[in-house]
T-cell receptor
Framework: SQQGEEDPQALSIQEGENATMNCSYK?????LQWYRQNSGRGLVHLIL?????REKHSGRLRVTLDTSKKSSSLLITASRAADTASYFC???????????FGRGTSLIVHP | KAGVTQTPRYLIKTRGQQVTLSCSPI?????VSWYQQTPGQGLQFLFE???????NKGNFPGRFSGRQFSNSRSEMNVSTLELGDSALYLC?????????????FGPGTRLTVL
């Protein structure tokens, strides 16, 4: 079963706009990670946020974590056509560090 | 550093056959994890190997097995293939040392079972 669920399932925006994706999870986590996957290819690690962190930045990416609501969000600012991909959140919980993935958000950025 | 490599990239098999997939991790990484990705089930964890031992296992039948060699390269085997085994199989390597371990994924092997 999925630990995390992304919302929305699909997102279509214009280049230059911001894209926000949300992830909800069920049990307490050790950390939460976001990955990107271009069509039918491997996943690329974007950012890891620990359970005691609230916000993290990496370039045009901003990730927030709200452990009280068991949710995280990924914001991509000033999106580009090259950002078109599926984005997954993955969380490790309990004594395990093996991440469990959500079903992903499919982002399309129109040039 | 070279990334994670997987071979073959594409594979077509028929029901009942068996298949072996290979994964070479990033140099220095001792943990290799395998995932199955399908449109219906998403990314499902199969198992993780660390220092030649299976350390974690997902909820898959015994037809799915794996092993890891002393150089950390890993193979995954699926016996008696079923149509539902058609999927993208991804392996990921990491240092395997702790909770903030980042996994680095290979490009995947696309398996089609006819």
């Amino acid at each position: 079963s999925q630990q995390g669920e992304e919302d929305p399932q699909a997102l279509s925006i214009q280049e230059g706009e911001n894209a926000t994706m949300n992830c909800s999870y069920k049990t307490s986590i050790n950390n939460l990670q976001w990955y990107r996957q271009n069509s039918g290819r491997g996943l690329v690690h974007l950012i890891l946020i620990r359970s005691n962190e609230r916000e993290k930045h990496s370039g045009r990416l901003r990730v927030t974590l709200d452990t009280s609501k068991k949710s995280s969000s990924l914001l991509i600012t000033a999106s580009r056509a090259a950002d078109t991909a599926s984005y997954f959140c993955a969380s490790a919980s309990g004594g395990s560090y093996i991440p469990t993935f959500g079903r992903g958000t499919s982002l399309i950025v129109h040039p | 550093k070279a990334g994670v490599t997987q071979t073959p990239r594409y594979l077509i098999k028929t029901r009942g056959q068996q298949v072996t997939l290979s994964c070479s991790p990033i140099s220095g990484h001792r943990s290799v994890s395998w995932y199955q990705q399908t449109p219906g089930q998403g990314l499902q964890f199969l198992f993780e190997y660390f220092s030649e031992t299976q350390r974690n296992k997902g909820n898959f039948p015994g037809r799915f097995s794996g092993r890891q060699f002393s150089n950390s390269r890993s193979e995954m085997n699926v016996s008696t293939l079923e149509l539902g085994d058609s999927a993208l199989y991804l392996c990921a390597s990491s240092l395997g040392t702790g909770e903030a371990d980042t996994q680095y994924f290979g490009p995947g092997t696309r398996l089609t079972v006819l």
